[in-house]
T-cell receptor, first 116, second 116 residues
Framework: AQSVTQLGSHVSVSEGALVLLRCNYS??????LFWYVQYPNQGLQLLLK??????LVKGINGFEAEFKKSETSFHLTKPSAHMSDAAEYFC??????????????FGKGTMLLVSP | GAGVSQSPSNKVTEKGKDVELRCDPI?????LYWYRQRLGQGLEFLIY????????KSGLPSDRFSAERTGESVSTLTIQRTQQEDSAVYLC??????????????FGQGTRLTVV
């Protein structure tokens, strides 16, 4: 089975600082990887996804992530944090179910805190 | 509809009572998923529907949990004889079919269930 590990349940940055949220995966096959964001009292929103077309993936709100096969990582970055980026971020890998369909396996999430 | 809709948004119930959680997927989305998000945990896959059939129920935590779906629309997750450990946010997601590893899933805002 595939799995996702997010290092750090909480990450604190100052406004304008670099954001780095870490995600490592385990997969026996080439993975499809996703980052979702969850704002308070809202559902999950897709930030970006890796589907093997390019190792550097750009998403919404200035976020990007780089797939590194050698490190089995898919870390999320943003050059300059904004107060509105404060939210919980989930890394996920697509996994084939026994039925032949796919679902998402999520990490435990990282809460991003942005201070003025 | 414009997005995935879940109701109620919040539910407080007494231990031992039954609860029903409802999900209205995006119109035209034949795939529907239920996830559970417990405090400090990632999203836990519960069940997947393709149309009104559930090819994978492996994530349901016990026989107190059941789900059904009417055609390719509304789904209901039922928890019988609720326990305190059932307290969580229950998220529903839908996606277009056929479901492939890189298919985007759209999430509802969730139902926050509290068992007292």
């Amino acid at each position: 089975a595939q799995s996702v590990t997010q290092l750090g349940s909480h990450v604190s940055v100052s406004e304008g600082a670099l954001v780095l949220l870490r995600c490592n995966y385990s997969s026996s096959v080439p993975p499809y990887l996703f980052w979702y964001v969850q704002y308070p009292n809202q559902g999950l929103q897709l930030l970006l996804k890796y589907t093997s077309a390019a190792t550097l993936v750009k998403g919404i709100n200035g976020f990007e992530a780089e797939f590194k096969k050698s490190e089995t990582s898919f870390h999320l970055t943003k050059p300059s944090a904004h107060m509105s980026d404060a939210a919980e971020y989930f890394c996920a890998v697509s996994e084939n179910l026994n039925s032949g369909y796919s679902t998402l396996t999520f990490g435990k999430g990282t809460m991003l805190l942005v201070s003025p | 509809g414009a997005g995935v809709s879940q109701s109620p948004s919040n539910k407080v119930t007494e231990k031992g009572k039954d609860v029903e959680l409802r999900c209205d997927p995006i119109s035209g989305h034949t795939a529907l998923y239920w996830y559970r998000q417990r405090l400090g945990q990632g999203l836990e896959f519960l069940i997947y529907f393709q149309g009104n059939s559930a090819p994978d129920k492996s994530g349901l935590p016990s026989d107190r949990f059941s789900a059904e779906r009417t055609g390719e629309s509304v789904s209901t997750l039922t928890i019988q004889r609720t326990q305190q450990e059932d307290s969580a946010v229950y998220l529903c997601a839908s996606s277009l079919a056929p479901v492939t590893p890189n298919t985007e899933a759209f999430f509802g805002q969730g139902t926050r269930l509290t068992v007292v």
